[in-house]
């Protein structure tokens, strides 16, 4: 009956909370967004490996029984550092994705947009290549996605303007790319933009669905997963800086009005 814990930097990891809501309601969620680290995508390796060990030691505190790291950019670069340090299964948003991805594509030719680190980490091209050496992989860092999720800023013009900036050099047509992974789980939130500017023909790869998919697997296996109760589980969420953005901005993406996020000190 332990709960399942799930972080990220800030709002994005939320798309992931979302899925699980969906696919698995009977299961009690614990979310922390380490707001007051945000953004990650922009810092090095070491300090993100710091915030990720952190954020982990505070969801055990909480007993949790399974951690998903919602952040592609902590998935990249610290999870399989800090997965050796632990006995609980902790799944990242990396290869779900992937796996997604070499399933559509047809051209072979995948394109990846993620925060600067995660771009920097090649940690896609890595996990693509490992599966299927012949695909081409494109990438593109697109670092004001995430202060524009933050402000809640997802369909003003200016959105649509820097995303066309970003994913003009993506669609070049010599390039044949078919599929976009969404490698930032803020980046889901600006689909309908990004759809917009890549028009219909390009399929987006948002991980959360398979992250969740992965996560009922592993619960299944391992014996953890909540199956017999009648209930709909419950919900907890931290932050580690002020709550009232957070819950304002949790409300439009949930679809409900978070009744109490805490500011956690500790973390
Ligand atoms: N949402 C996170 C990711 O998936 C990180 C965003 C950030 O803090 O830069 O990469």
Known sequence: MRSIGIFDSGLGGLTVVREFMRQLPKEDLIYLGDTAHLPYGTKSASTITRFTLNNILFLLRQKVKFIVVACNTASSLSLDTIRGYFQIPIIGVIQPGVKEAISLTKT???????????????????QIKKIDPSIRVISKACPLFVPLVEEG??????????????????????RRMDVLILGCTHYPLLKSVIKKVLGGAIRLVDSAQQVVREANSILQNEGL????????GSYRFYVTDDPAEFTRQAARLLGFRLSHVRKVNNV
């Open 153 to 174: 800023w997802v369909n003003h013009p200016e959105t649509i303007t820097i995303a066309k900036t970003y994913l003009r050099s993506l669609v070049d047509s010599n």
């Open 108 to 126: 072979g030719c995948i394109g990846v947009i993620g925060t600067p680190a995660t771009i920097k980490s090649k940690a896609y091209e890595c």
């Open 225 to 232: 997963i909540n199956n017999n109760r009648k209930a709909k």
